[in-house]
């Protein structure tokens, strides 16, 4: 399977509680997001990675969201001292570099905050 | 700022018949719009898009979308539904002016086909 995949699949922490959560992307994709999506709404658009460069960050991202992509390749969103409102579904997407705009989604990680 | 309406939060569409889930937008500049469907338990898939030229837009499964400027709408169409189709829909807009990449997404459409 070559799509993007996303570990862990469910997360259930305490509140209070770090975690992290991984993506791996498309191979030859450089562009890389992240998203947040509860019941009954549609993915928010949380950061984007161009390469290793984090190049846009929702102003919605408390300072306690962090997200890194070292080597321009994996991609992982850290959430620190978690709350019951970060329960959600967090997305992963990728796309390639030029002339193709549509993102290719993960099957997310879906956090449960107790 | 960017924005997606998808003024249903369900539509439904007996097999054969045609079938629309509408999708509104507002941005500054050009947009560049696409069309998302989320089978149960599986992941967000690309149905289609618009950048430019062609108002008219087809995409996988026989889906279609028109963009109208003037009504700053991108519609999806199908000519006949099959109950396949059933699931949750989602448009999604980002402003081509700016140079970024953020991309908004609507609440989503439920779409059930009944046989």
């Known amino acids: 399977d070559t799509g993007v995949s996303q570990d862990p699949r469910h997360k259930i922490t305490k509140r209070g509680q770090n975690v992290t959560f991984r993506c791996d992307p498309i191979?030859?994709?450089?562009?890389l997001y992240w998203y947040r999506q509860t019941l009954g709404q549609g993915p928010e658009f949380l950061t984007y990675?161009?390469?290793?460069?984090?190049?846009?960050k929702s102003r919605l991202l408390s300072d306690r969201f962090s997200a890194e992509r070292p080597k321009g390749s994996f991609s992982t969103l850290e959430i620190q001292r978690t709350e019951q409102g970060d329960s959600a579904m967090y997305l992963c997407?990728?796309?390639?570099?030029?002339?193709?705009?549509?993102?290719?989604f993960g099957p997310g990680t879906r956090l449960t905050v107790l | 700022a960017q924005s997606v309406a998808q003024p249903e939060d369900q539509v439904n569409v007996a097999e054969g018949n045609p079938l629309t889930v509408k999708c509104t937008y507002s941005?500054?500049?050009?947009?560049?719009l696409f069309w998302y469907v989320q089978y149960p338990n599986r992941g967000l898939q690309f149905l289609l898009k618009?950048?430019?030229?062609?108002?008219l837009v087809k995409g996988s499964y026989g889906f279609e979308a028109e963009f109208n400027k003037s009504q700053t709408s991108f519609h999806l169409k199908k000519p006949s539904a099959l109950v396949s189709d059933s699931a949750l829909y989602f448009c999604?807009?980002?402003?081509?002016?700016?140079?970024?990449?953020?991309?908004?997404f609507g609440a989503g459409t439920r779409l059930f086909v009944k046989a």
């Open positions: 999604a807009v980002r402003e081509s002016n700016t140079g970024g990449f953020k991309t908004i």
């Open positions: 618009y950048i430019t030229g062609d108002n």
């Open positions: 191979s030859e994709h450089n562009r």
């Open positions: 990675f161009q390469n290793e460069a984090q190049l846009e």
């Open positions: 997407a990728s796309s390639p570099a030029v002339g193709r705009d549509e993102q290719f």
């Open positions: 941005v500054s500049g050009n947009p560049y």
